[in-house]
C-alpha cells in the first residue's frame, strides 16, 4: 500500500505541478497574446498614420503646384485685361473715325446731288440755247 501511496503521491505531486505549471503559462501567454495584439494595433495606426502624413505633404505639394499655376494665369489675365483694354481704346477711335467718315460721306453727297440739279439746269440751258 506503501507504494500504491507514493504513486498516487507523485501522481498528485506531477498532477499539481503539472496543473499550477499549465496554469503559469497560460497566464503568461495570455500577456503575451495582449502584448501581440496591442503591438499590432500600434504597427496598424503607425502605418496609417505615415500613410496619412504621406497625403497631407502630397497635398501641400499638389496646393503649392496649383497655386503657382493660378498665379501665372492671374498675371495671363492680367496682361489680356490690358490688351483689352487696349483694343476697346483703339475700337472707340475707329468708330469715330468711321462716324466722321459717314458724315462727310453724307455731306458729298449733298454736294454731288446740287452738282446733278446744276448740271440738268445747265443742261437744259444749252439745249435752250441750240
Not at 500500500?1 to 497566464?27: C, E, P, R
Request: a positive charge; aromatic letters at 6%; proline letters at 0%.
Amino acid at each position: 500500500m506503501k507504494i500504491d501511496l507514493i504513486y498516487i503521491t507523485m501522481l498528485i505531486g506531477l498532477l499539481g505541478s503539472f496543473g499550477f505549471g499549465s496554469a503559469l503559462v497560460i497566464l503568461t501567454s495570455r500577456r503575451k497574446y495582449k502584448a501581440d495584439i496591442r503591438l499590432t494595433n500600434t504597427e496598424t495606426k503607425l502605418k496609417e498614420v505615415e500613410m496619412y502624413s504621406k497625403m497631407v505633404e502630397d497635398f501641400r505639394s499638389q496646393l503649392q503646384f496649383q497655386g503657382s499655376v493660378l498665379a501665372t494665369q492671374g498675371e495671363t489675365i492680367k496682361n489680356q485685361a490690358t490688351q483689352i483694354t487696349l483694343l476697346q481704346t483703339k475700337e472707340q477711335q475707329y468708330l469715330k473715325i468711321i462716324e466722321n467718315h459717314q458724315i462727310t460721306e453724307r455731306e458729298l453727297r449733298k454736294v454731288i446731288e446740287k452738282m446733278k440739279d446744276q448740271i440738268k439746269t445747265l443742261q437744259k440751258q444749252y439745249s435752250e440755247q441750240n
